[in-house]
């Protein structure tokens, strides 16, 4: 901040020790950590295919919010192996990992050459089970002798303590051997629950304790020897089933996932890899749930059933793979609150903010059991209900959910709007839940322009616009079904609404809406992202809406790489923050939609040329949840920020929203026609295709060339009951 610029003085700043849920960072951003999923079990491993967990670090196997394993290295000759490569399979379903010995001395005398050996390490999971293959070869000259360790120990931490979290009293470990194969580690939680990791190791090892295996090598010149470890977290069987059938089984799975879903390929190489990054991402966070698929937010953090994070995900795959947003509605219908219950922030109607499986939730420790302390989960149920809808015209779905709509609503104009002004604002109910609830939850988030902490009973300016939305789409649900009385006041509520927020929040002061309104009704007339999201709503007037794109691609706002969550000179302004300043691809996507509603198709390019840009600098060309939003310089990348989840689902589908925009993607069911609506592509794409584009049981494979400023459309292949059009309007 310049303070002689604004004038503003900046609120003493909140500790973080004192901030409840915060994560700790102790571990530099430079690290790499390779990351598997499968379910509700997950692993963050580091490049050597190493579970080295330290404090403050991420690494280990979790499984329903519990680290299961805390330690898994491999040491030849009890030294740590030289990395050679590390590289994910394109669809994330394993980690491979090249290694060698390095030189082994002894008395100033080496007795083996560095990259004698090569060890290659194969890693994945599957129904609960880490598997792990060790393929071990001599390519020296003579023959070697060889220890080849495997060490291993876990602490069974919450992942809300692997977080940061400091807890007094834990349950009590213990731990065992099974034959001269298989160790089995315990835990009997404060919660009554006993879980349990074992590990089976095959053939067996020479020597097997409780923390270490140690087989003792002969290998003769090109010799090669394979070994199989197994970790499996409350093994339900009495033993897991071989690591090639369980690889084939995984393969399988993963091919029949992606099926029925729309492939894009593009002319830019670069782009390419980040788009089948994003997919592969976007397919090992999809979970199966009794109610459908479901895409868990990221890793590690956020791991599971986030209604917030999964209603975003879907609206933004919902082009490509609307299925994903029946599965998200129908689970997160399944949860909707149906009493009040002031620790878990839940009221009637009112829809989840997320879900956890670990100790400290059961013993409510943290209130995230099942937590409903978000404002915004609510009115986009309806929002994504209602585009699922326009996008598919599954009558059947939307009656089944029909309910829950209507509870949602209600949830909507009552409790949500607890004074009854007509805007949707919150306020924690007891003091263990989340200060801030929108989606910017940081406690500082919500500010005044002198960087004073907004306090009572807070309206969020996205979130009138996601209540605007959903009336709109929700009363063209009701007329479709048959309501028309409800329709008719969805839609004068929704025209109510606009005129009131142009009212109260915005600020001409600063050209822009206001981030907030405090409990007192007064505006934080911050510049923020949050005023874009207003564009992807559409309760902007259109004339203030230019006013709002063209704000933020001025260098205050827009860094380079994309857009900033606050304007560099706002008081609580911190490129290195978490929400005062940080660059968020899901944020930046939103945003995108909004300008394509509005007809600002460059700034639409400049944005999409931004973060395809720095997409190419990110590890395994792939987005983070966000990093910061320092100033982008020719000839380096992004700046990372440090415990950013990698991958996270709506940063995983950024991608895939800003070629939707691009494109002007409209689809209409009722008249069986897909619509590029103000069609263009940015510099770096010459053409792109769509192959197996969906509408119904109808789909279609398209071709888009840029030609300067406008493009041409190709339909290699066409359904006859379908039809493709270019719409060039204001």
């Known amino acids: 901040m310049n303070p002689q610029k604004t004038g503003a003085q900046v609120a003493p700043a909140q500790a973080p020790a004192e901030t409840p849920f915060y994560i700790t960072a102790a571990q530099a951003a430079g690290w790499s950590p390779r990351t598997l999923k499968y379910g509700d079990t997950f692993a963050v491993l580091d490049g050597r295919g190493d579970i080295a967990a330290a404090p403050g670090g991420s690494a280990g196997l979790f499984h329903l919010d519990t680290r299961y394993l805390s330690r898994l290295e491999v040491q030849m000759q009890g030294t740590v192996p030289l990395l050679l490569a590390s590289n994910m399979r394109d669809d994330n379903l394993a980690l491979f990992v090249d290694l060698t010995n390095p030189d082994l001395v002894s008395d100033g005398r080496i007795l083996l050459e560095k990259d004698s050996i090569h060890l290659l390490r194969t890693v994945f999971l599957w129904r609960g089970t880490a598997y792990q293959r060790l393929r071990i070869r001599n390519f020296s000259d003579r023959p070697v002798a060889l220890d080849l360790s495997i060490l291993f120990e876990n602490d069974f931490a919450d992942l809300f303590e692997v977080r940061g979290s400091h807890r007094e009293l834990h349950g009590s470990a213990s731990a065992r051997l099974h034959g001269n194969h298989e160790v089995v580690l315990s835990y009997h939680g404060l919660d009554a629950k006993l879980r349990r990791t074992t590990l089976t ?7 097997l304790t409780t923390n270490k295996a140690i087989y003792r ?22 033993q897991p089933m071989p690591f090639r059938r369980s690889l084939i089984a995984a393969r399988r799975e993963r091919r029949r996932s992606a ?12 782009f390419n890899e980040i788009l089948c990054r994003s997919a592969a991402d976007l397919a090992i966070l999809m979970t199966e749930t009794p109610q459908g698929r479901y895409p868990y ?19 933004q795959m919902l082009w490509w793979s609307p299925d994903v947003a029946r599965g998200v509605l129908r689970r997160l219908a399944a949860f909707q609150a149906t009493k009040t219950d002031p620790r878990a922030d839940a009221q009637p109607g009112k829809i989840l903010h997320e879900m956890r499986g670990g100790e400290m939730a059961a013993l409510h420790e943290v209130p995230f059991g099942l937590y409903y302390g978000s404002v915004d989960s609510t009115p986009l149920f309806v929002l994504l209900a209602g585009l699922y809808f326009e996008r598919t015209d599954d009558r059947e779905t939307i009656t089944e959910l029909w309910p829950n709509i209507e ?25 263990q839940g989340l200060a801030n609830q929108g989606w910017k939850d940081s406690y500082d988030a919500i500010f005044h322009a002198d960087g004073s902490l907004a306090e009572g009973e807070i309206a969020l300016a996205e979130v009138q616009g996601y209540v605007y939305a959903a009336k709109r789409l929700a009363a063209r649900c009701a007329q479709r079904l048959g309501h028309e009385d409800l329709a008719h006041r969805l839609d004068k509520d929704a025209q109510n ?19 907030a309104l405090d409990g007192n009704k007064k505006p934080c007339a911050v510049r923020t992202s949050n005023a874009g999201q207003l564009l992807f709503s559409g309760i902007a007037r259109p004339e203030r809406a230019a006013k709002v794109a063209a704000g933020l691609l001025e260098p205050h706002f827009f860094s380079g790489w994309g857009i900033r969550t606050v304007a560099a000179g706002e008081a609580r302004y911190n490129p290195m923050s978490y929400h005062n300043g940080s660059i968020w691809p899901h944020d930046n996507a939103l945003i995108a939609l909004g300008l394509a509603r509005y007809g600002q198709e460059r700034a639409i390019a400049t944005l999409f040329e931004a973060l395809f840009r720095a997409g190419t600098y990110m590890d395994l060309r792939r987005l983070p949840e966000l990093f910061c939003g320092l100033r982008r310089h020719r ?31 409209q689809f209409d069911p009722f008249k069986r026609e897909i619509r590029l609506r103000n069609p263009q592509l940015p510099p770096f794409l010459d053409e792109v295709t769509l192959r197996n584009l969906r509408l119904g049981s109808s789909s279609t494979d398209l071709r888009v060339r840029r030609h300067r400023d406008t493009v041409s459309l190709e339909t290699p292949r066409i359904s006859d009951d379908l039809s493709v059009a270019i719409v060039f309007s204001p």
């Not at 937010?297 to 609206?315: E, H, K, M, N």
């Not at 709506?650 to 993607?665: C, D, I, K, N």
């Open 201 to 207: 190791f095959d053939p067996a090892p020479e020597r």
């Open 635 to 665: 000839g380096h990348g992004p700046t990372l920020y440090p415990v950013a989840c990698t991958p996270q689902a709506w940063a995983s589908a950024t991608p895939f929203t800003l070629l939707e925009a691009s494109l002007g993607l």
């Open 497 to 515: 609404l606009a005129a009131k927020f142009e009212a109260a929040f915005w600020c001409p002061e600063i050209d822009t809406y206001a981030l």
């Open 259 to 270: 099926r029925n879903q729309t492939a894009v390929e593009t002319s830019n190489d670069h």
């Open 297 to 315: 937010a990221g890793i590690p953090w956020f791991s599971t059933t986030f209604g917030r994070d999964g209603l975003v995900t879907a609206l």
């Open 407 to 431: 509870a949602a609503l209600g949830w909507i104009d009552g409790p949500g709007d607890p004074d009854g002004d007509g805007f949707v604002e919150y306020k924690r109910a007891t003091e």
């Open 217 to 238: 090598l002969r290998l003769a010149p090109k010799e090669m020897l394979r070994f199989f470890v197994a970790v499996s977290c409350d093994l339900t069987q009495a």
